[in-house]
């Protein structure tokens, strides 16, 4: 089953300890259809300037079920960022941000898109992403992601959109700034509360929290030796979550579990190279390996004598 | 089988969000003791001053198996710490130490805890922790734990003394500290390349790594509504960890998982109150129901078909 994502699809220069990259593909939209691509067929909704190196983003894709008919090409440049990451890769130092044809960006859900099953609101204004909704026919699960913008900027349309999703993902000082609380089982609760039967917290390199109810499951970041550049992590991990639930078409507790884990899978791919570069590069015998890999880091037995 | 810890037995006074406490049962050698002898008989070198109240200690161990014949009275104020946590819980702040007679500590291990198959050296100057392994006769497993205060001013005999341990415990700062490693996989192998053959690095809230040569297991911190009083947590991990493998007698990967387990599941307690409240309150049901629930919060099951 197909997975509808709409985010951005931008030109990242980066800094990281161990190299830099300069106007490389990048984007929200760009790293979840690379992540789930590797699961799922993939509808991309973005805009991209003038000076987009479409040729680029057309062969990255080339070999993978990623249709790009919602991929808008604008006049006027492209959205931009650039950033520094120092040795805690866990924080990110924005440079200067562009967003150039983004500003203005209207998302325009192609006819053969609208019926979607599984639709991934990436982190835009949440008045477009509940004009996405309003676009699409009854998807079986619609997820958001969000930021601090428009936690402070938009709250009140981020409160309705909670109304109409089934889950959320967001990163913990997010959960916590939207939330006013500083407990993250607390902040879950609260967003649950709006709307939400799920509530993905991402915590970097200190995993994710997937909370359903009052059923609460846990997946490690894997424990990598090299971090080479932590851009698009979590867009990954979202892409690694909605691909493998749409390929399984599956959305019991079991199956949204191991979809942490995919996203996770993902997540940590994402982050060996530059850009989408390993994402694009790795198979279907890597990512069981890294599933695999997470099984083996976190299964104890439980001593039934005890 | 009996574990045997060296250890701090200090007054705590404590400052949090939720409420203060002040001059109660504290230090890193009563915390392991309350939390191993839920599992194990533990055996508690220490020393105390004489304004220590004794009687309490006795009391709150009076239903233990904690034998204190190795607590040494001295004249002189007790070792007293008072802290103070904002919203952050795993940032303590130190706001008076006095040391007292925990300054002159030389721990004298009495004959009969000599042959105790299990050592904990807590976090004391590693020359002393190095004369304890030379009082005892060959364990079947030495643990020690440091901090930075050692790591800045004992290096050298820190580094010898990680020639003689099996295992040893830190937080993640104090990992990198003393490796000179930002990356904790590498940390940890750089640590194991001195000697133990397993490295447990402790991230507060975000979990804990146990390391084994390539082999890696992660246990989360359970992920509590309400943390009361972080005080204590990593000396309640290191007790539950040390206990369950005392009380077990195996030390197969499948059961130090297990012990992770536990450790995580006593920190976890720890935290609930102050002191060592809820770590003397709780019983088996208790630590099984924890143990059970820290399983469901990270089992996942592969798919096979994937």
């Known amino acids: 089953m197909p997975v509808l994502v709409v985010g951005s699809v931008a030109l990242d220069s ?3 300890p161990f190299g830099k990259a300069d106007n490389v593909l ?3 939209g760009t790293f979840f259809s690379a992540a789930a691509s590797q699961l ?3 509808q991309l909704v973005g805009v991209i300037g003038s000076d987009y190196p479409i ?6 894709f080339s070999s993978r079920p990623v249709d790009l008919a919602g991929l808008e090409r604008a006049d006027g440049p492209s959205f931009r960022w650039r950033g520094r990451y120092r040795h805690d890769l866990n924080m990110a130092e924005t440079l200067e941000t562009h967003l150039g044809v983004f500003s203005n960006f209207r998302p325009k859900i192609p006819a053969q898109f609208r019926n979607a099953p599984f639709v991934f609101l990436g982190n835009i204004d949440p008045r477009l992403q509940l004009d996405v909704l309003g676009q699409v026919a009854k998807p079986r699960l619609v997820a958001c992601d969000t930021m601090n913008f428009w936690i402070e ?4 349309d981020l409160v309705k959109l909670l109304g109409h999703v089934d889950l959320i993902t967001l990163n913990d000082a997010e959960a916590r700034q939207l939330t006013d609380e500083f407990n993250l089982v607390k902040a879950a609760r609260w967003i649950m509360a709006k709307g939400p039967k799920h509530v993905v917290i991402k915590k970097g390199e200190h995993g994710a929290f997937m909370f359903s109810g009052s059923n609460i499951f846990f997946a490690p970041a894997y424990p990598l030796e090299s971090v080479f550049d932590p ?13 493998y639930l749409a390929r399984t078409g599956d959305l019991s507790d079991a199956n949204l579990r191991r979809a942490v884990v995919y996203g996770s899978a993902l997540g940590s791919f994402a982050v060996e190279k530059f850009s ?3 994402l694009i590069e790795i198979g ?6 890294r599933v695999a890999a997470f099984h083996r880091l976190v299964t104890f037995e439980q001593d039934l004598n005890a």
Do not use: K, N, Q, W
């Not at 040729?55 to 990255?60: K, M, N, Y």
């Open 153 to 156: 900027s938009r709250r009140p």
């Open 26 to 28: 990048g984007g929200s």
């Open 40 to 42: 799922a067929p993939v």
């Open 55 to 60: 040729d680029d983003l057309e062969r990255v």
């Open 276 to 278: 989408v570069e390993r």
């Open 14 to 16: 980066v800094e990281t």
């Open 284 to 289: 279907p015998a890597d990512i069981a390996g």
């Open 231 to 243: 851009t698009g992590a979590g867009d990954s991990f979202a892409g690694g979550f909605m691909g």
